[in-house]
């Protein structure tokens, strides 16, 4: 099965694989060992398990590691003792399973050279991928955006011509309603008739009534 990268790791994840790696010193085992366990939990490699344990998660567990230690060797010691008494022999010869054990603990203490680069080259990879996602993605939105962009512009331009087209209609309006107006005007003054006069015999003028 490929593993997939996961984009972050959660508090759960660092936790899981803290109480893991512990779980393996106390047990004798390698922190190798625990990095793979913990990848198959969380479908992530060793390697990247490894590279977060040495750069993120390890600092804020140096005392649980050393109480850890001092487990194992406590252990180690009570396997030991519990040898001689089923031999009755006064030392025991330590197993080869158990000096490979130390020295691979050794080695963990202190990665590699190789082990640094492989897990520095993952990571690049990883987040190459990462980037070409998140750029497909900018690309994706900045089409979008093109798109609304073009639309709001022809709207405006619409808009536009409606309020050009409301303003001739206006002014026609306001046109038709002045000459009418003068046109009410002059029929009033039409329908006024001029006033009649009479001279009267002492020779001024007197206005009929109507």
Not at 70 to 81: C, L, M, S, T
Not at 133 to 139: H, T
Not at 140 to 156: A, D, M, S, V
Not at 162 to 178: A, G, V, W
Request: hydrophobic share 30%; with cysteine; charged share 35%.
């Amino acid at each position: 099965m490929v593993k997939v990268r996961q984009d972050a790791w959660s508090h759960e994840d660092d936790l899981l694989l803290a109480e893991t790696v512990l779980r393996h010193i106390r047990e004798g085992s390698t922190q190798l060992n625990a990095f793979e366990e913990v990848g198959d939990q969380l479908n992530r490699t060793a390697a990247a398990c490894g590279f977060r344990w040495n750069a993120e998660v390890r600092q804020n567990y140096e005392k649980a590691i050393d109480l850890a230690k001092r487990q194992r060797k406590q252990r180690k010691q009570a396997e030991k003792h519990k040898l001689k008494g089923q031999t009755g022999l006064k030392t025991v010869q330590r197993k080869p399973t158990y000096a490979s054990t130390n020295i691979t603990s050794t080695n963990e203490e202190q990665p590699t050279i190789d082990s640094i680069i492989a897990q520095l080259q993952e990571l690049k990879s990883n987040d190459l991928k990462v980037n070409s996602q998140e750029v497909e993605k900018l690309k994706e939105e900045n089409e979008r955006l093109k798109g609304e962009k073009e639309t709001l512009e022809n709207e405006l331009e619409k808009m536009h011509k409606e309020y050009q087209s409301l303003q001739e209609d206006y002014q026609t309006f306001i046109s038709i309603m002045e000459r009418a107006r003068k046109m009410v005007v002059l029929d009033d003054d039409s329908s006024l008739s001029s006033p009649t006069f009479k001279m009267e015999k002492n020779g001024n003028l007197q206005q009929i009534a109507k």
